[in-house]
């Protein structure tokens, strides 16, 4: 496993923890632009994603990159993650994630 | 600085939190080290400030190893300011990282110019501010109450710590009882406290004390306690979460708190879906639920088995957003009140939300109160609003099922009774003598780890009715229980697949409809692979395609003879595949129930 570029898994509240370093999240894409996407997260925040979408977008999108304020992520990654997509099971990874499981993860 | 603080540590921290990249690393010195439950507290000196922190319970081995110290100096790696619920003028660090860097000191370290904060000065200043709110009538006394009082958290409270006062709701409380016992006769009560930060604590009065108390100590009302003892609670009779529990006698000092604003959360709920509960039936855990009553029963009297006393009861049917109803039975006071102002306001459809509910097995599914439970009627909180937006949207209008009928073994619409009675495998291991009486049923998630090649694995069949035939004279099958010959026989699985899960493995018996879920084909369409010439042998492959695949099995268990020896015999009554989303919701609910709720 490659672990030399770990991201910390967020949703719009818990960004602000990691400014600066590499996070990664999944949104509901609301609105794409030529170089940019507007998602809601999976806290129902809004989240500015810089980068194009993939060209075939499906509802939820995974982004991996860093998060340049509380609510914007520069992608460096985008997967998307289908129609089908439970926001709230990953709301609560991402809480459990951050909280008393933190150091389960990288 | 290698052997000292910090200069303005504390100060330095608590302003770069709100940029929150940053973390730096202070040295501070350790001041009232104690234990709370297993994890250790302490406050943070850095000659000038104090500051709460907690330790998780990965370093209670540091300090009882004596690597950490009371008085010693550590070096704070990482960790994150919060702030104390209820006081929003106070921070406490949750430390996750720390080094030593010099064992215990003399003495407190104190700033050059000699001014310590000690924590009285911090808590002048709490009431001053208070004090700005409170209303012009009562003012003067109740500010000056608070002054005088330091309040601890429940949770910092232990047997080894004399003075302390705490400020508490009482949320729950038992009646007086009188009881009789060796050394004499006695009346006792309980009562459940608990304080702004949510915590807990279990508080017992007897005799004088009880007496003193009983009247003073009302459901919903805020009080300043101090002078009580504390000792290790009594695991069996548990009723919050809290490693102590309380005992108040005539010294006691308990202060009604008339005027402050305390926030200390109403009921602390823990609601069961109704579609869930089939997993809890019979079990000695008691559960909440919240639904928009249906229907009210009338009270009825039973008579009480043990002493043929009369009591009422009432039954209510609950609904909630899984379409599932399930009846609650009130019993005494919850029958009679309670229940009657539920009657006249059926009409409405409210809200109720029940804490402490035995679940029982009678039509399945049947939930009952206890002496503890505890009811509220449209309580306010998010789940009670949810489910009202529902009911009104859409519950008012759609059909929905008694929960007990999902338990019966139809195999058809098996997914509904998916998600209730889950156990992992080893529940089977464990029981070896499960479903001695009559067969008990169980949905569990496992992988087909092995299917033997050369077993058994089908069997002639009638196509009319499915039973064994018989080879008949000259030719063609014979079917006993349809009493003709038939030209053919269809070929119909009975298999014993292997199941494996993280807690163990076990056989199970699969018969047709569910062996043709987990191979993928017919019997008729894998005997003639299995007969097929070639270099592929494509019936082993059929057999490792369905090998380690993941299903959700619903099962009932029974006890066979095999050889004058009783044995376990699982057989798979449906198949299903894995909803994803809501296995991830199961193990989410599972997850905050095996959490220590004892929040530091």
Known sequence: ?106 | MANSVTQDGIATVLSSQSSSSVRPEIVVQVIDLKPVGNRYTFNANDGKKKIKVVLPATLTSDIISGKIQNLGLIRLLDYTANDIPGNSEEKYLLVTKCEVVACALDSEIKDSTGIVLKPKDKFVAKSASQRINEQSGNAAPAARMAMTRRVHPLVSLSPYQGSWTIKVRVTNKGVMKNYKNARGEGCVFYVELTDEEGTQIQATMFNAAAKKFYDTLQMGKVFYISKGSLKLANNQFKTVQNDYEMTLNENSVVEESKNEEMSVPETKFNFVPIDELGAYVNQKDLIDVIGVVQSVSPTMSIRRKSDNEMIPKRDITLADETKKTVVVSLWNDLATGLGQELLDMADKYPIIAIKSLKVGDFQGVSLSTVSRSNVVINPDIPEATKLRSWYDSEGKETSMSAIGSGMSPSANNGSRAMYSDRVCLSHFTTNPSLGTDKPVFFSTRAYISFIKPDQVMWYRACKTCHEKVTEAMYSGYWCENCQKKNEEYSLRYIMAVKVSDSTGEAWFSAFNDEAEKIIGCTADELRKLKSEEGKVNKFQTKLKEATWSEHLFRVSVSQQEYNSEKRQKITVKSVSRIDFAAETRLLLRDISKNKNTSQF
């Open chain 1, 1 to 106: 496993m490659d672990t030399s570029s770990p991201s910390a898994f967020v949703n719009g509240s818990l960004m602000r923890r990691y400014i600066g370093q590499k996070v990664r999240t999944v949104v509901q894409v609301i609105g794409s632009d030529v170089g940019s996407v507007v998602g809601k997260s999976t806290d129902d925040l809004q989240i500015f994603v810089k980068g194009s979408p993939p060209t075939t977008p499906t509802t939820y999108l995974e982004v991996i990159g860093i998060a340049e304020s509380e609510n914007s992520i520069r992608a460096e990654v985008k997967t998307n993650f289908g129609n089908n997509f439970d926001p709230l099971n990953y709301n609560e990874l991402c809480k459990l994630a951050n909280g008393e499981f933190k150091h389960f993860f990288i």
